[in-house]
């Protein structure tokens, strides 16, 4: 290490660009260096909290693994764990009671999605008289805020929708949301990985004209060539492990940003981009598209530009396709298989799928160095749905899976069996705790979950 030390706050600067730097050696011990700058975390790495989710529930049957504890077998919707088992708990026996009717008649899948990280029960309106909670990711943003550049990130596979009725008289906020600011507003989640990429980064000068949007994105100009000149200067005072640590650094958030590139040549002319408005960049295949959105969310992480995120991969009751597992039909309408053979099986197939892409998720943070360990340890990522069985439209024994170390505050690798109907709160109150958030209780919880 070099004897100049480096604020963990460094941002590297040039023509409207602001990059965060990843962890370096001559970070330690050093101290902010400025009072607008964020504080950094005492004592080691901070910790994580993400929440990803699924719609429609899955094929009970197939999910429950056999055995308790670390000497569990998978079972066949679980196999893609066998990779990444030593990471990931799976967790059986959890509940959401108002997500169920409760005297309001159908409308599961509206209430699953605003039940999943609220543990409330949505007030029935195809209005904008919506209410429901404040969701657990927000509880811990606002204890966070301040410490990172983004107090929590609110992320998509499908756009959302605040008006209008999507199921059974429930307004469609409540289907397309996770993330609640309040128990009347929601937060609107990013879906386009360009736009994610360009707020991490502050790519362009402020007040950009649209004419001076459209001219970067055809000139496809590097961020890393926004920044050239700051990054020379910053090398001269690293050493040689740093510069290669960076170095890897710029490399990777390259080949992140050539990925994109090739999403949008793909999807259309980014020459057309003369507005503000949501630019139509959105990978037509779902697995790039979870791909990208998981990767700027670990690059996040790895910047500690936030501690909290939500990932709605698609909105429940979605009756997206998968063409790439041979299944064209659409989830929604096949998790209603009423016991047809090849209707279970491609649920099967998409069930598998998701399951894969979680772990895929898992290996990427567990391939993170940080401090004396990895980004996975320092990480709570709960894995799920609010429907237990896409048939029935239960919502006990939900698929509910929990990866990471949480700053050596978990023990996963294991299957954990709670009594049926322990509410699913009970975890996030949990996990809330770990991150030393002060709260007595959160939705239906009736305390913590012991044995995580």
């Known amino acids: 290490m070099s004897g100049s030390s480096v604020s963990r706050r460094t941002m590297l600067r040039g023509m409207g660009t602001a990059m965060a730097l990843p962890w370096l050696e001559s970070m330690a011990g050093s101290q902010v260096a400025t009072s607008s700058a964020l504080a950094a975390a005492p004592g080691g790495p901070p910790t994580r909290l993400a929440f ?59 209430r699953s ?29 606002r204890h966070l805020e301040g410490q990172t550049r983004f107090s929590s990130l609110e992320l998509g596979c499908e756009g959302g929708r605040q008006s209008g009725d999507c199921d ?82 710029f490399e990777s958030v390259r080949q992140l940003e050539q990925r994109i590139e090739l999403v949008e040549t793909m999807e259309q002319d980014p020459s057309q981009l003369t507005s503000f408005e949501r630019p139509e960049g959105v990978p037509g295949d779902f697995r790039e598209h979870l791909d990208l959105m998981s990767e700027l969310m670990v690059l996040a992480f790895k910047l500690d530009m936030t501690r909290v995120t939500s990932f709605m991969w698609s909105n429940e009751g979605s009756n997206r396709s998968y063409p790439f597992l041979d299944v064209p039909e659409g989830h929604h309408q096949l998790s209603h298989h009423k016991g047809d053979a090849a209707m279970i099986e491609k649920i099967r197939r998409i069930d598998q799928f998701h399951v894969e892409r979680f772990a895929r998720f898992v290996e990427r943070l567990a391939a993170e160095p940080e401090g004396d360990g990895t980004l996975l340890d320092n990480s709570m990522i709960v894995f799920g749905s609010a429907i237990g069985d896409g048939n029935r439209h239960n ?43 002060p709260v007595k209780g959160f939705g239906d919880s009736t305390g913590h979950l012991a044995d995580l």
């Open 168 to 249: 059974s008289g429930y307004a469609c906020a409540y289907s397309t949301n996770i993330s609640w600011h309040s128990s009347r507003t929601p937060n609107a989640k990013e879906t386009n990985p360009r736009l994610l990429f360009e707020r991490l980064f502050e790519v362009g000068p402020g007040r950009e004209t649209m004419a001076a949007r459209a001219e970067r994105m055809r000139t496809r100009k590097s961020i890393l060539d926004y920044v050239r000149s700051d990054a020379r200067r910053l090398d001269a005072r690293l050493g040689r492990g740093d510069r290669q640590r960076l170095e890897e650094y």
């Open 113 to 141: 999605a605003a039940c999943f990280l609220t543990g409330a029960h949505p007030y029935k309106t195809a209005g904008t008289d919506i209410s429901v909670g404040v969701s657990a990711d927000q509880i811990a943003a």
């Open 52 to 110: 990803l989710f699924v719609p429609n529930g899955v094929h009970a049957p197939h999910w429950r693994p056999s055995g308790t504890g670390s000497d569990w077998t998978a079972s066949p919707l679980l196999e893609p764990l066998q990779q990444v088992r030593q990471h990931v708990s799976v967790l059986s026996g959890l509940a959401h009671h108002n997500a169920k009717a409760l005297g309001d008649g159908p409308g599961d899948h509206a």
């Open 395 to 437: 919502h006990d024994d939900l698929p509910i899976l929990l990866a990471g170390g949480g700053s050596g505050t978990l023990r996963p690798g294991r299957h954990v069996a709670y009594e049926p109907n322990t509410p699913l709160c009970n975890l996030y109150a949990s996990l809330l705790d770990r991150m030393d958030v």
